[in-house]
């Protein structure tokens, strides 16, 4: 797609041409190469560092470049949309008259300023007439069903061992803070945020006329640490075996009696004989509190919460309340306009209505059918790759190649479009949110009981991602990333090889990570290694673990090797299957050059490309923290390291600080 503007100090040309015959004025260039930084010390920043020295970030945003920050230009495209179809009556009932109208009502700033919060009055009232525990649990069971989720968080999902059939799933919550680990830190950016977060709990107390303000918030917070001292840690989430304990209701309602499970979930008519329950150490907790934590604590709790949940819906001293806080946590200096706010909330409410009309005008279907073509070539490479690995057993490698053809591809958009069956109303904007997550919830719960929807995509069609489903073993490339510096159809293979086909590969690495390479072909939990094998297959997992470890951000802040060898496994397996799908063509068998680089020269150059991003430090922070994707500069050089066709291309050497000897390069796909 070539809505997009390119990036700075890039030079793009496009004009019709033979695949088959490269043209060099029909090619994306490589522009700003600081030539004086060798490739074997840094290759991010050799192909970035211009790029990252001159572009600032915008005030109002906390990053800039490709992968999650397109999808701040993205935005413009789907404002461009919005404020079309708001500017015009519509029928009832059609999408466009959805979108544009939730879209009218929340950038009607003038009448959501003169409620102010008056819309959560009755909410709040509720919360102050009850009268007991039961009353606790009854109105968290009932907020639940409108997108309020405070200390159960309840989901729907493929069973793990049984992916035929949906089942009741719940996980630790009740926490207000990014993770449970920033209660327990001392340092002084983590005493930052915490005692901005109180700030701003204490904020939405004072807005909504409730005296002692700051003393509730403490009250708050202490409740939040007593919690998450039973929450894993990130890394603790990612044993998929110990976060799988299926209970039976009847047993959880006789242990968690103030939860009172049985009358939780017949409340909410969903029926039940088991659920499993992610983290039961979290709900042994919470019950323990809902029989000793007093019940004006928790009432102040729950009023917290739902402050919280509800404040980015409400006046502007509440959206001001949420943004001083987010200042802190992520570094962003300016609020965003409001234009770009209610992007986002279509967004995330109305997304794949609002998809349907991005597809519409700025999707190119001849970009679907190309991506689909490249999908095949990697899974093809992958194939003759798993054939040549030298620490596999071919029983193993039958299972792997199994699994590998089973997987579903999804490309551009869902062939079967979520529907809404809601009521928008243009004047109404507090209205339409509540309406909205509680068809949210409605659309979740629908299919318990029932076998998984296979149409279901996890991601509305405009947004820049890709992901694996390890559950329903699918693969997912919306539109969104199908654009430059990712993918275009008129670039030659080694742009999109290194760009698209880079992130193919790793969806598919995926499968085979340290999480999904414990699924089966159909998405069930279950073994398919021999022991030898998979005793290899973790010893050279915790290699990378360990190298990643070493590697900074922010000087003393180091990569959690732990906590991100999922994304760094489909890292290294990416690229690796990639350039192998790319010497297949024709272009990656010959040595003709385009603006002055080989085609390998291009492969890697796009590679170092498509993670082009700088952030802001506070981000940068709570990012290593809570992400599991390594800064984007690891996503290049951390891969790099271990790939000998780019020492062989760049003729890396001894003395080059990211030169590992060929023992040390560690390959697992």
Known sequence: MKKMLPMALLAIAFTSCKKEQPKESTKIAYTGITESIKPGDNFFMRVNKVWYDSTPIAEDQVGVGSYSFLNI????????????????????????????????????????????????????????AISNVEGVMDFVTEEMETGNNSIIALRVAPDNKNSSINILHVSQSGLGLPDRDYYFKTDSATVGIQNAYKKYIATLFELTDHANGMEKTETVYEMEKQLAESHKTRIERRNIKANYNKFSVADMSTDNAHIGWADMLATLKLEADSVDVQQPAYYAKLDEMLGSTSLDDWK??????????????????????????????????????????????????????LGQLYVKRYFDEEDKKRVADLVNNLQKAFENRMSKLDWMSDSTKAKAKEKLYAITKKVGYPDVWREYDVTIGRDTYFENVVTLQKNAYEYRMKDLNKAPNKEEWGTTPSTVTAYYRASSNEIVFPAGILQFPYFDKEADDAVNYGGIGMVIGHELTHAFDDNGSQYDKDGNLKNWWTEDDLAKFKAKTQQLIDRYSTFTVLDSVHVKGALTIGENTADNGGIAIAYDAFKLTQQGQDTVRIGGYTPDERFFMSIARIWRVKVRDEFMRNYVNTNPHSPAIWRVNGPLMNFTPFYETFDLQPGDQNFKSEEERIKIW
């Open 300 to 353: 102040t709790y729950l009023m917290a919460h739902t402050l919280d949940n509800y404040a980015n819906f409400l006046s502007t001293p509440f959206e001001k309340a949420v943004f001083e806080y987010n200042k802190v946590l992520l570094g962003q200096s300016e609020q965003q306009p409001r234009a770009q706010l209610m992007v986002q909330q279509v967004d995330r409410m109305l997304g794949f209505a």
């Open 73 to 128: 230009p993205q935005k413009k495209l789907l404002q461009n949309i919005l404020e079309e179809v708001s500017a015009t009556e519509h029928e009832v009932g059609t999408i466009e008259q959805k979108v544009g109208d939730f879209y009218a009502s929340g950038m009607d700033t003038a009448q959501i300023n003169q409620r102010g919060y008056e819309p959560l009055k009755p909410i709040l009232e509720r919360i102050n």
